[in-house]
Structure formats: structure tokens, C-alpha cells
Nanobody, 120 residues
Framework: QVQLVESGGGLVQAGGSLRLSCAASGSFFSISYMGWYRQVPGKQRELVARVASGGSPTYADSVKGRFTISRDNAKNTVFLQMNSLKPEDTGVYYC??????????????WGQGTQVTVSS
């Protein structure tokens, strides 16, 4: 099995910063994309940022210039540095990874989610 364990969420005032981390563990051969999605009540989960192994990152327009995604391939870990946070950034942030296992091929894996709350 593959597990994604997130950390770093919390409560912050508008204009503040948070750093999310997500580490993949378990038995797998490779990871291609890793990224972060956000979900608020009543809405679909939406992409915040993602990056392929050795590739350029992709960001939602709403976070460009404020959020930075990075990954440590050796540790199968992805980070999301969130600066200049706004109340509209509030939501549950889910880590995502495309994981290859020889018995299952490519599969999407999700973390349990971490709450980010930005107060005005």
C-alpha cells in the first residue's frame, strides 16, 4: 500500500504564511506528479499546484505569485509554501500523487487532508 501523510495546516491571519508537507511511503516503483488540491464545503476539489518529477510546476491562477510548490524526489516529499494568504485560501488541502506499482500500474493516491484557515 501507499500512504500520503500531510502536515503543516493550521490557522493564520490574512497576509501570513504556512508551509504544507506531504510524504509518500509504502511499496511503489515510481511517482510522477505530486501536488495539492483544495476543497471547500459545497464545491469540488480544485487543483492548487502540481509538479512532475523533474518538470515545471503548474499553479491555479488564484495562487500564482503567492504559493510555491517544490519536491524532494529522494524523500518522495512535496511541499507547498503559501505566502500572502487570503481568507479565500481557506479549505482542506489534499496531497496528491500519481504512483506506479508493478501490481497495479499507475494509480492516484490522496492524503487525508489538512485544514487551512485564514482569518480576515
Amino acid at each position: 500500500q501507499v500512504q500520503l501523510v500531510e502536515s503543516g495546516g493550521g490557522l493564520v491571519q490574512a497576509g501570513g504564511s504556512l508551509r504544507l508537507s506531504c510524504a509518500a511511503s509504502g511499496s511503489f516503483f515510481s511517482i510522477s506528479y505530486m501536488g495539492w488540491y483544495r476543497q471547500v464545503p459545497g464545491k469540488q476539489r480544485e487543483l492548487v499546484a502540481r509538479v512532475a518529477s523533474g518538470g515545471s510546476p503548474t499553479y491555479a491562477d488564484s495562487v500564482k505569485g503567492r504559493f510555491t510548490i517544490s519536491r524532494d524526489n529522494a524523500k518522495n516529499t512535496v511541499f507547498l509554501q503559501m505566502n500572502s494568504l487570503k481568507p479565500e485560501d481557506t479549505g482542506v488541502y489534499y496531497c496528491y500523487a500519481d504512483v506506479y506499482r508493478t501490481v497495479t500500474g499507475w494509480q492516484a493516491r490522496w492524503g487525508q487532508g489538512t485544514q487551512v484557515t485564514v482569518s480576515s
